[in-house]
């Protein structure tokens, strides 16, 4: 198949919490707000067994474990996404995703650098391994020749096959949003693309009957 095209972004933590809420919205709220109306019934009529006996200790046990489910309900989702956030901010890498957009797939390159390392240049020779001081002959080499420095950038190639894999796309209001198989997420933020990009990024996902 032709390629389509190419975009390139970053997402910054801001970004990242604004799709997992917008993820959380679209495939657990309905859910959620369905076992909130049955916690509620529970504990009306928890309440009303009470009214009517208070040495019934049924009405208080199932008063109270409804009641803690469904604060327990609602709260889960801040919990896990805190410590989504937390767990990238120990993690420390910044990531540039490449996807490219074919007539049957879309392919996703993700480009992982370590945030928080501190490259240091060595020479290697026969007495060992030694740093490379600056305005050596071996620093001059390498300016000349950054080739000789090596990328210890990884690179991690996704595909998603059209044919096999549930996608929906969602315009918000700075984020292109990505939904794939209910249960992951790509969000592309408008601030990288160009407006002709956004537009045909829309184009594609329309033409694909994927929004």
Not at 12 to 23: D, N, S
Request: net charge negative; charged share 30%; glycine share 4%.
């Amino acid at each position: 198949m032709n390629e389509n095209f190419s975009i390139r972004f970053d997402n910054t933590p801001e970004e990242i919490e604004t799709a997992y809420k917008a993820f959380h919205t679209r495939y657990t709220l309905k859910k959620k707000l369905i076992y909130t109306v049955i916690y509620l019934i529970v504990v009306v009529l928890a309440v009303d067994l009470i009214i009517k006996d208070m040495t019934n200790p049924a009405g208080y046990v199932a008063g109270g474990l409804a009641l803690g489910i469904l604060v327990f309900n609602w709260i889960k989702p801040v919990i896990i996404r805190k410590k989504m956030m937390q767990g990238l901010s120990e993690l420390g890498t910044d990531e540039l995703y490449t996807m490219t957009l074919f007539d049957d797939r879309i392919e996703i390159e993700t480009e992982i650098t370590s945030a928080d390392k501190e490259t240091e240049v060595v020479a290697v020779s026969r007495l060992g391994v030694f740093p490379v001081e600056e305005g050596s002959e071996a620093a001059k080499e390498i300016a000349e020749h950054p080739e000789l420095v090596q990328d210890e950038t990884q690179i991690e190639k996704t595909i998603y096959r059209l044919a096999e894999t549930e996608i929906l796309m969602s315009d918000q209001r700075d984020l292109l949003l990505m939904f794939v198989n209910r249960s992951f997420i790509h969000a592309i933020p408008k601030r990288c693309l160009s407006d002709e990009e956004i537009l045909a990024f829309k184009a594609y996902f329309e033409e694909k009957g994927l929004i």
